[in-house]
């Protein structure tokens, strides 16, 4: 240290006893705890006082961010990993850097669901699209109704087997703007999804792209999507990189869902997917690519 008598004495004016304390505590790797005490004129159980006092405030913020991490995994069923957390936990006036969550949630024992998906293969068209690959996975949009991207998912359950969710989500929001739950995979199932779409939506121009199946490829499909006043784009075959985002939503919706509640019946499935989309992931589901808002709180955003 290079300062004079004059120079500790100044310091010592400026600071009280807890922030000498931190200092000492600071300085101590480079000079002994009893020469700083001498010199910033603090008695050494003044200094071990305000030492214990500053590692209860350090616990005491420690079980803080614990109880709230706590809270906000259970309040959103056990979803979410340490970036959406660490975004909220800001958001509500609570800092912290993103390792100190992840440390928090190790030593809870904390971690985002994670489950390995079964995925069957989708029954192929085998004739040609009616249109190309217009989106070409460019997949950014500057308004709503621009882009658009449909996919079929299967879903097992206990008293049908196999059963189908059709979805459309808008690519400028992530909104599922569209939905139907069937027990068969007929272009019917993509038909009712897709009249949902212009419920309250000019779909004028919008690219509605899917892969090739041969539900999207039917004549009534291509016809509706034309009286809509839509494009069709189609993704190239055996290319699922194509239609990502909507693969990706079809995944995390089984992870956070259909792997966790198990569901039995179709009735209690179609129950369920309508909590989900509509009621958790359209309107209060965040996400990294919304700035972790939800799509309806985005969309008030950018409106």
Known sequence: MCYSKKGFDNIREKLDDTKITDLIKQLKPKYSQEKMCKIFKISRATYYFNLNKTTTKTQERYELLSSQIKRIYEENSKIYGAPKIHAILNREGYPASIKLVQRIMR??????????????????????APASNLLKQ???????????????????TKDFGWTYLASFMDLHTNEIKGWEYSTTMTTDIVLKALSKLNLNSDLTGCIIHTDQGSQYTSKDYVAKVKDLGATLSYSRKGNPYDNAPIESFHSVLKKELIYQSKPKTFEETKKSLFK????????HRIQKKLGYLSPADYQKQVA
């Open 276 to 283: 989900y989309i509509e009621g958790w992931y359209n309107n």
């Open 107 to 128: 030593a809870l024992g904390l971690s985002s669901i994670t489950r390995k998906k079964y995925k069957p293969q989708t029954i192929k068209s085998k004739v040609e």
């Open 138 to 156: 460019d997949f950014s949009t500057t308004s709503t109704n621009e882009k658009i991207v449909g996919d079929i998912t299967y879903i097992y």
